[in-house]
């Protein structure tokens, strides 16, 4: 067993006492052995608080995630959607029309009801899928709220939206797998004036409406 005896009053000898021999440490020694381990134990904490501030960053940006992101179709939630197109609305100077398209999944109450929710979470999952194979990638896509789905398309004309929304629709039709088709009413406003971005979604919304009061599986424009 090692000891460690100070002499007092003053400290002048560190000896260690070990069997067999006497080994004697002068105050000098002594204090450069104080101070490595107090650069041993700074740099200890120096790591731990390096590896928390990691963990802590992770876990905000896992937090952060959770906010922007819808957990079942894992698109932009509601919320994000809204953040980050008024952000574009700001920055736009409307030299090109943009939409809002809102779609629609037809009848998904009856697939629920039906079929159970495993089954609709299925539906939702392979539409929002579909969907973002035919969007370009300046566009920016968001699960609305249940079984509805909002899309803002920067610098487009009506031609090519209307035939993104035509090639969605088609393509849904003929690789639908389930037992009963599943189709999509899809409203949309096309602008290149200075609206607030809330009345251009209640507008697509409006054209929405008319196409599934028109019998749905419909692509309306507003104004139609």
Do not use: W
């Not at 031609?159 to 088609?170: F, G, H, T, W």
Request: charged share 20%; with cysteine; proline share 3%.
């Amino acid at each position: 067993m090692v000891r460690i005896i100070f002499k007092f009053p003053i400290v002048n000898i560190l000896k260690i006492k070990t069997p067999g021999k006497n080994v004697m440490m002068d105050q000098e020694t002594l204090y450069k052995l104080v101070i490595v381990v107090l650069i041993i134990g700074i740099l200890l904490l120096l790591y731990y608080y390096q590896k928390r501030l990691c963990e802590l960053k992770l876990h905000n940006g896992q937090l952060e995630l959770l906010s922007q992101y819808d957990d079942l179709t894992q698109i932009y939630n509601r919320r994000y959607f809204l953040e980050i197109v008024q952000y574009h609305f700001t920055k736009m100077y409307h030299h090109k029309p943009s939409a809002i398209m809102m779609i629609d999944i037809d009848h998904f109450k009856q697939i629920n009801d039906t079929h159970g929710h495993i089954l609709g979470d299925d539906v939702l999952q392979y539409v929002v899928k579909l969907i973002s194979e035919h969007l370009r990638e300046s566009d920016i896509f968001a699960r609305y709220g249940g079984d509805e789905f909002i899309v803002f398309f920067p610098a487009i004309s009506q031609k090519d939206i209307y035939n993104i929304a035509l090639r969605i629709q088609s393509k849904l039709f003929e690789d639908s797998s389930y037992a009963s088709p599943v189709t999509l009413s899809i409203g949309i406003c096309l602008f290149s004036t200075s609206l607030a971005l809330q009345n251009v979604i209640e507008y697509a919304d409006n054209a929405l409406y008319v196409a599934k009061s028109k019998g749905r599986n419909r692509i309306e424009f507003y104004p139609s």
